[in-house]
C-alpha cells in the first residue's frame, strides 16, 4: 500500500479526500481480511481520517444478505465493533452513472458513490464466467444494481437458462483459458470501475487452505492485472482424461459448489464424479442465477446444473449438510447423497479404479 502499482500510496490517496468507503468480498470467498483490512485502516488513519469517516460496504452483489457473525468472520472482531459495516442491497439505494460503450446501464451503490476515496479488498480466483476475478469485479456485481448484473451477466456473456451453450461469448465459457484483459465481462466491469472512480484495490491470491499467499495492491485494473500474471501459475493444474471416478472437493468457494463440477471433464464417458462440499450454510442465495421455488424458478439468469454434469452416469454429493434443493443447483437426476468419505468409498466401490482428486477444484485451472 505504500509502493502500490500504478497509483500513489494509500495514505497520499487518503489526505487528499480525509474519509473513505472500504468495499470488501463476501462470504463465497476465501479470502482473510482481517489484517489487511487493519492494514488499510492503518493507512487512512495516519492520513488524519477519522472513524466516523470510514464506512465498510460488503460487496455481496447478487449474493443474498449477510449478518454479523460473517461480518466478523471475514474483517475481524474489532473492525466491526469500531466501523460501520453494511450489506449492499441491489435492489435499491442506487446511482445510475450512465451507460458503459456495450450498453450496460451502470447503477451503483449510492452509499459507496457518496466517498470521496473508495477502496476494493477482495481475492483473485479462477472465475467461470470472467477468467479470473478480483479488480473491478468488486464493483460490478459487486456493488451494482440488478439491472446493470443481468446486463452484464446475460446480455454481454450470454449465462442464461434460455440461451445455449453456443450463445455464450466466446471470450466467457466455462474453460477459464480466456486471456483476462479479452473476456468481454471484465471490460465491461472495468468501464463501471472507471465510471464509479474507484480509487485502490487490495487483491490476494489465496492457497488451497485458504491462506493469502501472494498481495496485489494499487489501481483497481492494473493491481489484478499484475496479480493475474502470477495466477495463472499459481493456480494451474495439469490435467489428464479417462478417469472411472473424479472427487472433486469445493473448499475455497463451498457456498457456489456448481464450481466445482468442470472436473467432470476428466472422466470417462458414465464415470462417477464425487463433489464433497462441507457448507454449513448451504448454496448461496443467488438472485440472478438462483432458483426460487420447484414450480417458478424465478432467478432473471436462472441456470440449470451445468452442461458438464452430463458427461457423469453418477454424481455422489458427500456433505455433513444436506440439503433437498440447493439454491445454487449442484446436481439434478441421478445423484446419491451421503455425509461421510466411509459412506463415499462404499458407494464408489473398492475396485482397481483410475481415479482423480482435485484438493480444491473451485481455485484450481486446468492447464
Known sequence: MKDPIASKPLSKLAEESKEAVIVFDDMTRPTRLEEIARSVVGELK??????ENIVFICANGAHGTYDREDFAKKLGEETVESYSVFNHNPLTNLEYLGETSAGTPVDINAEVMSYRLKIGLGCI???PQFGYGGGAKIVLPGVAGIRSITYNHGVIGGWSAAMSIREL?????MAYGRVNEENALRRDAEEAARMAKFDFIVNTLV????????????????????GVEVARSH??????????VVISNAY????????????????KQSGTLVIVCNSKTGQISHYVHGRWGMRRKGGFLYLPPPETLNR?????????????QPWLEVYDGNVVKVRTPEEMIEEIGRDKLKVAVFPDATIQKPF
Open 252 to 267: 475455497s468457494k463451498a457456498s457456489e459448489a456448481a464450481i466445482a463440477t468442470w472436473t467432470s471433464l476428466c472422466l
Open 207 to 226: 492457497n488451497t487452505r485458504r491462506d493469502n499467499t501472494h498481495v496485489f495492491a494499487g489501481d483497481i485494473v492494473e493491481a489484478q492485472r499484475k
Open 169 to 173: 461469448h466466446p471470450t466467457c465459457q
Open 125 to 127: 480466483l479462477p472465475h
Open 235 to 244: 493456480y494451474s493444474t495439469q490435467i489428464s482424461m479417462d478417469f472411472d
Open 312 to 324: 457423469a452416469g453418477k454424481v455422489v454429493f458427500v456433505s455433513k449438510y444436506q440439503e433437498k
Open 46 to 51: 495516519k492520513a488524519g481520517v477519522s472513524d
